[in-house]
């Protein structure tokens, strides 16, 4: 059996829940660092707050976490914008914006959409999808070549 290299945590609903910590979480991430075994990295599928934001909520419920250590959807999501050069429309939440400084948005050619509960109505979505039909995409077509191209 090959050494383990490196472990995947789960943040929300493993190490913490909300702004909570899970308790003997903080002592137990100590304990497993001090293997000095493997990489540490932690992940979350949550767009609704950036990874900064997210690292802050971590620093204050005492984690000893690298913001560098963390991977979040909206990693890979501006990963995959950067890389390809996309200019995106964004449908986010004002806590989670800031993981997109840089992008360019004018003239998008593709939609990116996260928690953003205030945006979840007619207009905003009808937006979405007409900009899905202007480019020919389609979601399943969009996610088979995520899949395809190693991107998830």
């Given amino acids: ?25 903080v002592e137990a991430l ?10 540490i990295k932690f992940v979350t599928n949550t767009t609704k707050e950036s990874k900064k934001r997210l690292h802050s909520l971590l620093k204050q419920l005492k984690f000893n976490i690298d913001e560098n250590e963390i991977f979040t959807s909206l990693t890979a999501a501006y990963k ?10 964004l449908f986010l939440d004002s806590n ?11 003239n998008p050619n593709s939609v990116v959409i996260g928690l953003a509960p205030d945006m979840f109505d007619y207009e905003h979505l009808n937006k979405a ?3 899905l039909f202007l480019f020919n ?5 969009f996610t088979r070549d995520i899949i395809k191209k190693g991107y998830y």
């Fill in 1 to 25: 059996m090959k050494p383990i290299k490196i472990v995947l945590i789960d943040l929300s609903g493993t190490i913490h829940i909300e702004d909570e910590e899970i308790p003997g979480c």
């Fill in 30 to 39: 100590e304990k497993l660092r001090s293997c000095g075994k493997f990489k």
């Fill in 80 to 89: 995959l914008i950067e890389s390809q050069q996309l200019r995106p429309l």
């Fill in 96 to 106: 989670a914006i800031e993981d997109f400084e840089g992008i360019n948005t004018e």
């Fill in 129 to 131: 999808f007409r900009f």
């Fill in 137 to 141: 995409l389609s979601l399943t077509s």
